[in-house]
């Protein structure tokens, strides 16, 4: 029996980034949905285990990469630039150095923290960014050398750079992605120590990772009798994980006696557990390298010990954050093949939002489909473009972004329309500004050419948007999809089928891309349900058996933790990130459901506000009512999320929300980055009562598997009648 399939395909230029990800899809006539931007990575990262010809072969018992020249020396933090001094300081000039063979000593090969800090931290850098976002935007956008930016906190917390030129070298230095490391049992500390030693690839020199603990003001001095005796080691991490390091290296020598027996022992239970693991551990730990507090003069010249123990502990008993460690997957050297060359003028930039766009048709006056950032993003505060409210210049900024993802939705016949869409927020007409240019460079020949848009200076539209756009040939050398096709399937038999591709640079992965249907409706949120309280309000969730398999993609969970933060997991990973600022990067990147995840939202018990669980033989519900603690909107919400045996996903809303008040977002995730989808409640200012959205994920043939060289094979079990397949290659 043969079984027919057809084949949806999605084309883009040669690139990183997965075009799907950024790009949605806009309704001709009408203005770009008010979505916030895509994001790629995170919490619900890849994780890499070693491979088991390096899981046998021997470590040396001491290791210390920080004494490699890739390495930048060590520094004092100026600001709560934590996340950046871990992540792109330390982490990502050493592998970036690693892979180029490049000293980290010289200013040239340094990179600085303060380029993507300042796109976060309000404006002002009152508060810490996670290293998660840092490198959302080293994936998109890059970043400068130290020596482009004029130093590693040139202009300090506020300024944001100015020039295309130095954008543009900044796309040179990028990543690919970032795995985490889960080290909280002996097989995951194995895989960290192989990466620090061999790179999991066994290469002779190893890597770094960051991690998120609490700030190490509490080191002890290891007993003069042990090895290393007289070092500084943290024995327990006291607090929230508010702060971010470096892992270096490690010591299998290094002890610290926990239970004071005189003994220093691997193999006892010495906290009483009845289980002996890595939380009874008394021998061995990491070297890591911090900036804050007195930098090169902090513990041991900026170097300390922790424990292997405190990998293994919860983080309000002692450990790291989330048992994980994150490392990088960095490009040795990136070339874009479309950027946009803009220059805007705004007195508060913390009101403006700046995407790109395209339309196959030439003349048109509104894009197709839209890429967002995760710069230029209503960031920044009421200041002006790059910081400050004086001087009057730095109301003007010229930048560079990388729109290579919109290739792949090009119309390669004809001529095509590219766009800068400018929205601006400001219901009071606080503020003003214009675009004074905008140009798109083609580097995918063998000399960049400029396309320049005939638009003059235009005046940003008060509280909506402004489009500028230029056209642009169709000779442009983009990588797309050459297979129109698949051949039948026969059940029962081997089914083998190699997609093609052409254009472009390989190497190249190839991707199944799943789909979801939606559907609004109105329905009554429902009262029913059985009060639960999570064992912490904060990081804490309710584990919840369900009471049939539940479908999200190809997956099927049995279990789901409930979150108070507004929404569902399948694994028990600890929320919420520190310094969490953009909701849908968590969404994307974890698999969940999420009718309202949103970082500020509490609950006063005490007033009848809780969560709540409503069960039945084929449908399960789970209500939230709390409130929103923020500074200037502070509503009581309701809302809910039904599942049931049919693989239906329900989101009801029971209360008013200004959407456009709260950082909050709502949507579904395999939790790989690529299949996800929102709402489009998500783009609407305002949720009314009795507001209900329904989601169905579509799966795939269960038989068939795509690998990353794009060999597409399985044996069909069952007969399929017509099989649409999404493919997407980068």
Same mark, same amino acid.
């Given at each position: 029996?043969?079984?027919?399939?057809?084949?949806?395909?999605?084309?883009?230029?040669?690139?990183?980034? &997965?075009?799907?990800?950024?790009?949605?899809?806009?309704?001709?006539?009408?203005?770009?949905?008010?979505?916030? =931007?895509?994001?790629? *990575?995170?919490?619900?990262?890849?994780?890499?285990?070693?491979?088991?010809?390096?899981?046998?072969?021997?470590?040396?018992?001491?290791?210390?990469?920080?004494?490699?020249?890739?390495? #930048?020396?060590?520094?004092?933090?100026?600001?709560?630039?934590?996340?950046?001094?871990?992540?792109?300081?330390?982490?990502?000039?050493?592998?970036?150095?690693?892979?180029?063979?490049?000293?980290?000593?010289?200013?040239?090969?340094?990179?600085?923290?303060?380029?993507?800090?300042?796109?976060?931290?309000?404006?002002?850098?009152?508060?810490?960014?996670?290293?998660?976002?840092?490198?959302?935007?080293?994936?998109?956008?890059?970043?400068?050398?130290?020596?482009? =930016?004029?130093?590693?906190?040139?202009?300090?917390?506020?300024?944001?750079?100015?020039?295309?030129?130095?954008?543009?070298?900044?796309?040179?230095?990028?990543? #690919?992605?970032?795995?985490?490391?889960?080290?909280?049992?002996?097989?995951?500390?194995?895989?960290?120590?192989h990466w620090l030693h061999n790179h999991l690839d066994g290469s002779a020199i190893g890597g770094v990772a960051s991690f998120y603990s609490n700030s190490p003001w509490n080191p002890k001095l290891l007993a003069d009798t042990t090895p290393d005796g007289g070092k500084h080691v943290i024995v327990n991490w006291n607090g929230d994980p508010t702060h971010s390091m470096t892992i270096v290296g490690y010591n299998d020598s290094i002890r610290w006696d926990y239970n004071s027996d005189g003994q220093y022992t691997n193999n006892i239970d010495i906290n009483g557990d009845g289980d002996v693991n890595m939380k009874d551990w008394e021998i061995g730990g990491l070297l890591f390298a911090d900036g804050w507090g007195s930098g090169i003069n902090f513990a041991d010249s900026g170097l300390c010990y922790m424990m292997y123990k405190t990998l293994a502990e919860k983080t309000w008993e002692g450990g790291i954050w989330n048992h994980a460690v994150h490392v990088l997957d960095v490009k040795d050297l990136e070339t874009p093949l479309l950027t946009a060359k803009i220059q805007l003028?705004?007195?508060?930039?913390? *009101?403006?939002?700046?995407?790109?766009?395209?339309?196959?048709?030439?003349?048109?006056?509104?894009?197709?489909?839209?890429?967002?950032?995760?710069?230029?993003?209503?960031?920044?505060?009421?200041?002006?473009?790059?910081?400050?409210?004086?001087?009057?210049?730095?109301?003007?900024?010229?930048?560079?972004?990388?729109?290579?993802?919109?290739?792949?939705?090009?119309?390669?016949?004809?001529?095509?329309?590219?766009?800068?869409?400018?929205?601006?927020?400001?219901?009071?007409?606080?503020?003003?500004?214009?675009?004074?240019?905008?140009?798109?460079?083609? =580097?995918?020949?063998?000399?960049?050419?400029?396309?320049?848009?005939?638009?003059?200076?235009?005046?940003?539209?008060?509280?909506?948007?402004?489009?500028?756009?230029? &056209?642009?040939? %169709?000779?442009?050398?983009?990588?797309?999809?050459? %297979?129109?096709? &698949?051949?039948?399937?026969?059940?029962?038999?081997?089914?083998?089928?190699?997609?093609?591709?052409?254009?472009?640079?390989?190497?190249?992965?190839?991707?199944?891309?799943?789909?979801?249907?939606?559907?609004?409706?109105?329905?009554?949120?429902?009262?029913?349900?059985?009060?639960?309280?999570?064992?912490?309000?904060? =990081?804490?969730?309710?584990? +919840?058996?369900?009471?049939?398999?539940?479908?999200?993609?190809?997956?099927?969970?049995? %279990?789901?933790?409930?979150?108070?933060?507004?929404?569902? *997991?399948?694994?028990?990973?600890?929320?919420? @990130?520190? +310094?969490?600022?953009?909701?849908?990067?968590?969404?994307?990147?974890?698999?969940?459901?999420?009718?309202?995840?949103?970082?500020?939202?509490?609950?006063?018990?005490?007033?009848?506000?809780?969560? @709540?669980?409503?069960?039945?033989?084929?449908?399960?519900?789970? #209500?939230?009512?709390?409130?929103?603690?923020?500074?200037?909107?502070?509503?009581?919400?309701?809302?809910?999320?039904?599942?049931?045996?049919?693989?239906?996903?329900?989101?009801?809303?029971?209360?008013?929300?200004?959407?456009?008040?709260?950082?909050?977002?709502?949507?579904?995730?395999?939790?790989?980055?690529?299949?996800?989808?929102?709402?489009?409640?998500?783009?609407?200012?305002?949720?009314?009562?009795?507001?209900?959205?329904?989601?169905?994920?579509?799966?795939?043939?269960?038989?068939?598997?795509?690998?990353?060289?794009?060999?597409?094979?399985?044996?069909?079990?069952? +007969?399929?009648?017509?099989?649409?397949?999404?493919?997407?290659?980068?």
């Amino acid at each position: 029996m043969k079984v027919p399939l057809t084949i949806l395909i999605i084309f883009f230029g040669m690139h990183s980034l &997965l075009a799907q990800e950024f790009i949605k899809p806009v309704p001709k006539n009408t203005a770009p949905p008010l979505n916030a =931007y895509d994001s790629v *990575m995170l919490s619900g990262l890849p994780e890499l285990k070693a491979i088991p010809v390096l899981k046998s072969s021997e470590l040396p018992s001491y290791l210390n990469n920080a004494e490699l020249p890739y390495y #930048r020396p060590i520094y004092q933090q100026v600001s709560s630039e934590c996340g950046q001094v871990s992540g792109i300081a330390y982490n990502f000039t050493y592998e970036i150095n690693r892979l180029r063979d490049l000293p980290a000593n010289l200013e040239e090969n340094q990179y600085p923290p303060h380029f993507p800090f300042n796109f976060m931290n309000g404006g002002h850098g009152w508060h810490g960014v996670s290293y998660f976002h840092s490198f959302e935007i080293l994936r998109t956008l890059g970043c400068p050398s130290v020596e482009s =930016y004029g130093g590693m906190a040139a202009g300090g917390d506020s300024r944001w750079m100015t020039g295309y030129d130095d954008y543009y070298d900044a796309m040179k230095n990028r990543i #690919r992605t970032v795995y985490q490391i889960k080290v909280g049992s002996p097989e995951g500390l194995m895989t960290l120590k192989h990466w620090l030693h061999n790179h999991l690839d066994g290469s002779a020199i190893g890597g770094v990772a960051s991690f998120y603990s609490n700030s190490p003001w509490n080191p002890k001095l290891l007993a003069d009798t042990t090895p290393d005796g007289g070092k500084h080691v943290i024995v327990n991490w006291n607090g929230d994980p508010t702060h971010s390091m470096t892992i270096v290296g490690y010591n299998d020598s290094i002890r610290w006696d926990y239970n004071s027996d005189g003994q220093y022992t691997n193999n006892i239970d010495i906290n009483g557990d009845g289980d002996v693991n890595m939380k009874d551990w008394e021998i061995g730990g990491l070297l890591f390298a911090d900036g804050w507090g007195s930098g090169i003069n902090f513990a041991d010249s900026g170097l300390c010990y922790m424990m292997y123990k405190t990998l293994a502990e919860k983080t309000w008993e002692g450990g790291i954050w989330n048992h994980a460690v994150h490392v990088l997957d960095v490009k040795d050297l990136e070339t874009p093949l479309l950027t946009a060359k803009i220059q805007l003028e705004h007195t508060r930039r913390g *009101m403006l939002r700046i995407q790109c766009g395209v339309s196959s048709t030439p003349g048109d006056t509104l894009p197709e489909y839209i890429i967002g950032f995760p710069v230029f993003n209503f960031q920044g505060g009421s200041q002006y473009m790059q910081g400050g409210i004086s001087p009057e210049e730095n109301k003007t900024i010229e930048f560079g972004l990388d729109i290579t993802p919109l290739l792949g939705y090009i119309n390669t016949d004809s001529d095509n329309q590219f766009f800068l869409i400018v929205e601006e927020r400001d219901p009071d007409s606080l503020a003003e500004g214009s675009i004074n240019y905008f140009s798109v460079t083609d =580097y995918s020949n063998e000399y960049p050419a400029a396309f320049y848009s005939s638009d003059p200076v235009v005046q940003i539209t008060n509280n909506g948007f402004t489009y500028a756009s230029v &056209l642009i040939p %169709t000779d442009l050398d983009i990588m797309k999809i050459k %297979t129109s096709g &698949l051949p039948p399937a026969v059940v029962g038999e081997p089914y083998v089928f190699q997609m093609q591709s052409e254009g472009g640079t390989p190497p190249r992965q190839w991707h199944l891309v799943k789909q979801t249907t939606e559907e609004v409706f109105t329905q009554e949120i429902s009262a029913q349900g059985t009060y639960m309280e999570p064992d912490n309000w904060s =990081y804490g969730n309710i584990p +919840y058996p369900l009471p049939f398999s539940f479908p999200v993609y190809e997956n099927l969970y049995d %279990t789901i933790y409930i979150h108070p933060g507004g929404f569902i *997991m399948f694994e028990d990973t600890q929320y919420p @990130w520190p +310094y969490l600022y953009d909701e849908q990067l968590l969404i994307r990147n974890t698999a969940c459901l999420a009718p309202f995840l949103c970082r500020w939202l509490t609950y006063d018990t005490a007033s009848g506000q809780g969560i @709540w669980v409503h069960e039945t033989e084929d449908q399960l519900s789970i #209500r939230w009512k709390g409130e929103i603690d923020d500074y200037n909107y502070w509503p009581v919400v309701e809302f809910s999320l039904s599942l049931n045996a049919e693989g239906e996903i329900i989101f009801i809303y029971g209360s008013e929300i200004e959407t456009r008040r709260v950082n909050w977002s709502c949507g579904i995730s395999e939790g790989n980055n690529l299949n996800y989808h929102f709402p489009y409640i998500e783009d609407q200012a305002l949720i009314i009562p009795d507001y209900a959205v329904k989601l169905r994920t579509i799966p795939l043939p269960l038989y068939l598997s795509l690998n990353e060289d794009g060999l597409l094979s399985g044996i069909p079990e069952n +007969y399929y009648q017509q099989v649409d397949l999404n493919f997407c290659v980068e």
